[in-house]
């Protein structure tokens, strides 16, 4: 398979293109490094200024979507004890989190001493979510760029769950542990308007409805509820201009307790529903799920080009396959 020869896209990409060297559109027409620097640092100057604003303000400053995975505990670990935020750690419990990642949250919990709240929704509902995701035509194509449908179900649960929950609480921060190559920098910080937070409210809930109508309503605010919010929370993916190092990042979890799971795919440390997702991914769309996250961090400098491949073409455990489709009821 043809890939560009910079980044790791395929030809099998959407919209892909290469000139004649071989680098494909999405290489040349990204920002110079001293651009993306620029932003990056007006980025943390802004992230900066926003922590003083909301430093007293409730019980909690901000909400963290902590799936226990490397990211999302560094960021965790960044925002509790380099920025002092009070964190309030939430997780969404899919009914498929590596039981090393379960362990890793309860050790890195108590070490940090954050107040964590796991919700774990009925299995029956999930499956039936994560099935209808399997179909090709759930999620728009510009959605499966960057994940699998069945990520993408997943993760629209998590986001309503954590908005519900801070406005529920009153948390002015949602925190989320995007990599640099998961996050575009125009939305490393935004702050939600009513009218944005219902777009993507009813453009999350509308294909779960058709498989479970009114059954996921308790996951997403009302509407009323956010259209009537004078203080939306502010959403944060501090990675994406903050210092991305992944010897780094190991080194500091590592240190809180944290281990590395041996049950999962090499692009996730905590799900082991998302090789099953990728394989179903790769065989629709005929590229990995990551490919768009990995290229993205092979151009920023994060990743070497050869250690993207790899992890591109590293077998998946057919034995948590396996246990996946067994629990989905997918021969």
Same mark, same amino acid.
């Given at each position: 398979?043809?890939? $560009?020869?910079? $980044?790791?896209?395929?030809?099998?990409?959407?919209?892909?293109?290469?000139?004649?060297?071989?680098?494909?559109?999405?290489?040349?027409?990204?920002?110079? @490094?001293?651009?993306?620097?620029?932003?990056? +640092?007006?980025?943390?100057?802004? !992230?900066?200024?926003?922590?003083?604003?909301? %430093?007293?303000?409730? *019980?909690?400053?901000?909400?963290?979507?902590?799936?226990?995975?490397? *990211?999302? +505990?560094?960021?965790?670990?960044?925002? #509790?004890?380099?920025?002092?935020?009070?964190?309030?750690?939430?997780?969404?419990?899919?009914? !498929?989190?590596s039981?090393?990642?379960?362990?890793?949250?309860?050790r890195?919990?108590?070490?940090?001493?954050?107040?964590?709240?796991?919700?774990?929704? %009925?299995?029956? &509902?999930?499956?039936?979510? !994560?099935?209808?995701s399997?179909?090709?035509?759930?999620?728009?194509?510009?959605?499966?760029?960057?994940?699998?449908?069945?990520?993408?179900?997943?993760?629209?649960?998590? #986001?309503?769950?954590?908005?519900?929950?801070?406005?529920?609480?009153?948390?002015?921060?949602?925190?989320?542990?995007?990599? @640099?190559?998961?996050? @575009?920098?125009?939305?490393?910080?935004?702050?939600?308007?009513?009218?944005?937070?219902r777009?993507?409210?009813?453009?999350?809930?509308?294909?779960?409805?058709?498989v479970?109508?009114?059954?996921?309503?308790?996951?997403?605010?009302?509407?009323?509820?956010?259209?009537?919010?004078?203080r939306?929370?502010?959403?944060?993916?501090?990675?994406?201009?903050?210092?991305?190092?992944?010897?780094?990042?190991?080194?500091?979890?590592?240190?809180?307790?944290?281990?590395?799971?041996?049950?999962?795919?090499?692009?996730?440390t905590?799900?082991?529903?998302?090789?099953?997702?990728?394989?179903? /991914? %790769?065989?629709?769309?005929?590229?990995? @799920?990551?490919?768009?996250?990995?290229?993205?961090l092979?151009?920023?400098? /994060?990743?070497?080009?050869?250690?993207? &491949?790899?992890?591109?073409?590293?077998?998946?455990?057919?034995?948590?396959?396996k246990?996946?489709?067994?629990?989905?009821?997918?021969?």
């Amino acid at each position: 398979m043809r890939r $560009c020869v910079r $980044c790791v896209l395929p030809e099998t990409f959407p919209g892909i293109r290469f000139d004649g060297e071989g680098v494909c559109n999405y290489c040349l027409r990204a920002l110079a @490094p001293e651009q993306r620097e620029a932003r990056r +640092t007006r980025l943390r100057e802004r !992230f900066q200024e926003l922590v003083e604003k909301v %430093r007293g303000r409730g *019980d909690y400053e901000c909400l963290m979507s902590w799936s226990g995975g490397k *990211d999302s +505990t560094y960021t965790l670990a960044l925002l #509790k004890e380099d920025f002092g935020l009070r964190i309030l750690a939430f997780t969404f419990d899919n009914g !498929f989190v590596s039981p090393r990642a379960c362990q890793n949250m309860r050790r890195v919990g108590e070490a940090l001493v954050v107040d964590h709240i796991i919700f774990k929704l %009925r299995f029956d &509902l999930l499956r039936r979510i !994560f099935r209808a995701s399997m179909s090709p035509d759930f999620y728009p194509l510009k959605a499966r760029e960057r994940a699998s449908n069945i990520c993408t179900s997943c993760m629209s649960l998590a #986001k309503g769950m954590a908005l519900q929950l801070a406005l529920d609480r009153g948390i002015p921060l949602i925190a989320y542990g995007w990599s @640099p190559g998961q996050v @575009p920098l125009p939305s490393a910080i935004f702050r939600l308007t009513s009218p944005m937070a219902r777009s993507m409210i009813q453009a999350a809930t509308a294909p779960l409805r058709e498989v479970a109508g009114n059954e996921i309503a308790p996951y997403f605010p009302e509407e009323e509820e956010v259209m009537g919010s004078k203080r939306l929370p502010c959403n944060v993916s501090p990675l994406a201009f903050l210092i991305y190092d992944e010897g780094r990042i190991y080194e500091r979890i590592k240190a809180l307790g944290w281990e590395m799971p041996v049950d999962t795919d090499p692009n996730s440390t905590n799900c082991l529903l998302n090789a099953f997702a990728n394989e179903v /991914h %790769r065989t629709q769309m005929g590229y990995h @799920p990551y490919v768009l996250e990995l290229a993205q961090l092979v151009r920023q400098g /994060h990743l070497s080009r050869g250690e993207a &491949l790899r992890r591109l073409s590293q077998p998946t455990d057919e034995g948590v396959i396996k246990r996946v489709k067994a629990e989905l009821g997918v021969t």
